[in-house]
C-alpha cells in the first residue's frame, strides 16, 4: 500500500494474472473479480516503485493467504504496534495509503492524478483518457519510498 493507494482489500484480491511485472513499466490491475470493486472508478491500472515493487517481485502471485480472509488489517496492525511502526496509537494499516496520497501532494503531484490512482471520483466530470502509464509511474517514482 505504501506507493500504491491501493485499498487493503483491492491488493488482497490481487491474482497472479493482475501483477505485470515485465515490460517498460512494472504495475498492477485493480480488477473486480472475485469481488465487486468499492466504485466504477476503484478498477485501475497502478505503476509499481520503490519497496512495493520490490514486494511484488517477492510475491509474484500476490497474497493468496488473505484474498478470502478478512485478518489482514488486523495482522498488520498488530505487526505494526508491536514493532513500534505507527505514529500515533491511533493509526492503522490505513495511514499507509493517506501517506502515499500525503507525499503525492507534497510533490505537487496533480489532483487528478492522485484520484485516479486511488480509485476516488472526481468533483467534476472526467475529460480524456488521463495520464499515461509511463507519467503515472514517473509520478509514483518521485515520492517511493
Do not use: W
Not at 488473505?66 to 498488520?76: H, I
Amino acid at each position: 500500500m505504501i506507493n500504491t493507494g491501493y485499498r487493503p482489500s483491492e491488493g488482497c484480491g490481487l491474482f497472479p494474472e493482475h501483477i505485470k511485472l515485465e515490460g517498460a513499466v512494472p504495475h498492477i490491475s485493480i480488477e473486480g473479480v472475485g469481488r465487486q470493486l468499492k466504485s466504477v472508478h476503484a478498477r485501475r491500472v497502478i505503476p509499481l516503485a520503490g519497496v512495493s515493487l520490490e514486494a511484488f517481485q517477492q510475491c509474484p502471485n500476490g497474497f493468496p493467504r488473505y484474498r478470502d480472509n478478512p485478518s489482514l488489517s488486523a495482522t498488520v496492525s498488530k505487526y505494526l504496534r508491536a514493532n513500534d511502526l505507527l505514529e500515533t496509537p491511533k493509526h492503522s494499516l490505513y495511514g499507509l495509503r493517506h501517506a502515499f496520497e500525503d507525499r503525492m501532494i507534497a510533490a505537487g503531484i496533480d489532483d487528478r492524478i492522485r484520484r485516479d490512482l486511488f480509485g476516488h471520483t472526481l468533483n467534476r466530470e472526467r475529460y480524456g483518457k488521463g495520464a499515461t502509464l509511463e507519467h503515472l509511474h514517473q509520478c509514483v517514482q518521485s515520492v517511493a519510498l
